[in-house]
């Protein structure tokens, strides 16, 4: 991507950066913030969309 389709896309730099971070905060980050209000090391784990499959027994 070139800096005139950056800027056409997402008016600047900035926007773009941010335009990533929200993306991320939805998307890999987003077991994050479930994680972090889990009273348990179990509950993590179910919380986890991938890992509680795989720990599942």
Do not use: C, D, W
Not at 25 to 30: K, L, T
Not at 44 to 51: G, L, R
């Amino acid at each position: 991507m070139n800096k005139s389709s950056i800027y056409a896309a997402y008016g600047s730099k900035e926007a773009l950066f941010q335009k990533a971070v929200e993306r991320y905060v939805q998307g890999p980050a987003a077991f994050l913030v479930a994680a972090l209000i889990q009273p348990t090391a179990g509950q993590v784990i179910e919380a986890h969309p991938y890992a509680s499959r795989q720990y599942a027994g």
